[in-house]
Nanobody
């Protein structure tokens, strides 16, 4: 079992930056691949970025070069640094934890609103 709590969302102007955090508890954090997703109103949940247990990173094309995913296994946390934010980045951002065997765990999400 893994419990995930996101934080760091808020209201920011277009072109600004935010850093999201996701704190994990309950299991061996370093063994999990960690993902960030986002869900805008009336849209499907969209994958944003992944950092694997081996520290490989992957990004959705529309955020590559603007967002950076990282993790600190000593703090059981994963981060999403978001720069050059656009109005279309507005969404609830959720982190998830998964392993090759076993389920996927989700946090409750944090709202990011980018104003023009």
């Amino acid at each position: 079992q893994v419990q995930l709590v996101e934080s760091g969302g808020g209201l920011v102007q277009a072109g600004g930056s935010l850093r999201l955090s996701c704190a994990a508890s309950g299991s061996v954090f370093s063994s999990y691949h960690m993902d960030w997703y986002r869900q805008a109103p009336e849209k499907q949940r969209e994958w944003v970025a992944t950092i694997t247990s081996e520290l490989s990173t992957y990004y959705w094309p529309s955020v590559k070069g603007r967002f950076t995913i990282s993790r600190d296994n000593t703090k059981n946390s994963v981060y999403l640094q978001m720069n050059s934010l656009k109005v279309e980045d507005t969404a609830v951002y959720l982190c998830s934890a998964r392993r090759t065997v076993g389920g996927t765990y989700w946090g409750q999400g944090t709202q990011v609103t980018v104003s023009s």
